[in-house]
Structure formats: C-alpha cells, structure tokens
C-alpha cells in the first residue's frame, strides 16, 4: 500500500447545474444546486484513500462551521489530518462552480485558509511527508509552502508529484527541479509552455519543453483524447474511455489520486498506473459533483 501525503487545498463546493452559462445580463433558472466536500488537494487525498492509498494531509482551515464540515468528511474517509492547521482569522476555502449540460465546469474560488498556512507548518508535518511513498502539491495553496514541502520530501528520497493547478505562468525553476512528476491538463500545459496542446503531436511538443526544465515525468492529461505521457526512455498516448460525461469536476483530480494509490516509487509500472488513473476519472465524470463522484478501488474492473 503506497503511503501519499497531500500538500494542498480543502474546500467547500456549491456546484450549480445549468442548461447553459447565462450571458452578460442575462438571469436564467438553473436545474439543481448541491454542496459538497472540494479542493483540489482534498479531492486528490480523497481519490488517493479510496482507490488503495494510505493519506496524511498538510493544509488549512478555518475555524468556522465549513472547517469543522470540511475536517469531519476528511476524518470519515479515514485521512490522517494531523498536519491540517485551523485559523482562527481566517475563513475556510470555499468554490462556486457552474455545470452545464455538455458537463463542462466553470469554477470561482474564495481561497480563504488555503493561502494562510506558512513554511513553518509544513515543517511541523514533516514526519507525515519524509514517511510516504509519494507527496502531491497543487497550486491553490502558496507556492513558498510547496517549496518547502517539495524541498523537505526530496531530502528524505520521496517522490513528487506536481498538477500545476490553477496554472500559472512561470514555474519557479527550483520547484521544478524538486518535482519528479509533472500532470498538467491541456490548457495548463499550454499557459506553461506557449505550445497549443490538442492532440499527441503538440502534447509532445509541450512535454519536451517541460521535460527540459529538468522534470524526469512529464504526463499530460487531453480530456476526451486520453493522456499522454513522457519519460526520458518512453512516451506514448493513453486513449481515454467512451463514456458521456455529465459533470468534470474532480476529473484530473481523481486521475492523480488514482495515479498515486497504485504507481510504484520506481515507477515501473507507469502505464499500468496511467491507464488505473483513466479509468478511475471515466468514472467520476459520469457522476455529479466532486467527492462525491470519486470512486472506491472495487468499481474499476481490471483490464
């Protein structure tokens, strides 16, 4: 069983389901609105849990009613939440997210305590990270804590996994130098490479240039089209599972999770691993919301 520690965000998502994004001044009905547990790295620790992994998570809360809620789904999903602090001055993490019937999401953030966990934090959790077999870091939470993070497992010889998310245009180069995987989707790939990213060929393109910046695992999730991944040995395309999507959210999510449950260290089995991952999120987006639409390990059939 891989031991995974998750550096990131916990959120509570109000998901709103609607024909269709209304337009500048327009007011339409919407179908139907849920709440439920979010956050990238939440979703990730979640997927991680249910698919196989044993998961500690570094992070933060408020002290508010939402923290307690957003602590009590961790807890119940049997996450170690040890290295999670709660702020007093500030608000739990919440997301809005419109869904239309095509299921392409649309999400707002309100970062709250995502962005107030310090450095110093991660450091007092350090056992959680220089234990596991693998630590995963997002970006809704501040870079100079995942520097510290990525910093702290890479000394212990643990392995990284980076889903640069929400994406930002320059990568600080010594964060790379301490990732050992990277996953971005499409469009993350493109705003972090300047290749249009639409199909294998331009996949490759933009995994080479990400691969330069000194990264061993380059793998980049297409949607539809599947996930491509390259190695300094291999590299190839996945192609995703025929499935009608009714809601992406926790999509990528569930796939990094997944990724991290049954990869091993030395990465030996990475394809085994990569096509684990599609068929986890063929799943998830055939379901509504976003922990709630993870998986466990006993639905994905064997291939």
């Known amino acids: 069983m891989n031991k995974v520690t998750i550096v990131g965000s916990i959120n509570l998502d109000t998901t709103l389901y609607l024909q269709r994004v209304p337009e500048p001044g327009e007011t339409i009905r919407i179908q139907k609105l849920i709440t439920s547990g979010g956050g990238k790295g939440a979703n990730q620790a979640i997927a991680a849990q249910r698919l196989g992994a ?60 995502n962005t107030a966990f310090t450095p110093e934090q991660v450091r007092q959790s350090q056992p959680l990270i220089t234990t596991s077999d693998f630590l995963i870091a997002q970006f809704e939470t501040e870079l100079k804590s995942t520097l510290e993070a990525f910093s702290l497992a890479k000394k212990a010889g643990v392995k990284t996994i980076l889903n640069p998310a929400p994406a930002i245009a320059s990568i600080p180069p010594e964060l790379l130098a301490l990732t050992d995987i990277i996953v971005p989707n499409e469009t993350e790939a493109e705003i972090l490479t300047g290749v249009h990213v639409y199909d294998e060929k331009s996949a490759q393109l933009a995994a080479t240039k990400l691969a330069d910046s000194g990264v061993s695992i380059v793998v980049i999730t297409l949607g539809k089209a599947g996930v491509y991944y390259q190695t300094a040995s291999q590299q190839g395309l996945i192609p ?12 990528g999510d569930t796939f990094i999770g997944a990724l991290a449950s049954v990869l091993q260290p030395d990465f030996s089995n990475l394809t085994e691993a990569l096509l684990f991952g599609n068929q986890a999120s063929a799943i998830t987006v055939q379901r509504l919301g976003a922990q709630d639409a993870i998986p466990f390990k006993d639905e994905i059939t064997p291939d």
């Open 240 to 251: 995703a599972l025929r499935v009608k999507a009714i809601d992406t959210t926790a999509a």
């Open 54 to 113: 044993k998961v500690a998570f570094i992070g933060a809360v408020g002290t508010d009613d939402v923290g307690q809620q957003m602590l009590n789904l961790l807890r119940a999903a049997a996450i170690n939440v040890d290295g999670i602090a709660q702020l007093a001055d500030h608000t739990t993490g919440q997301a809005f997210i419109t869904v239309d019937e095509q299921g392409e999401n649309r999400i707002m953030i309100n970062a709250g305590a």
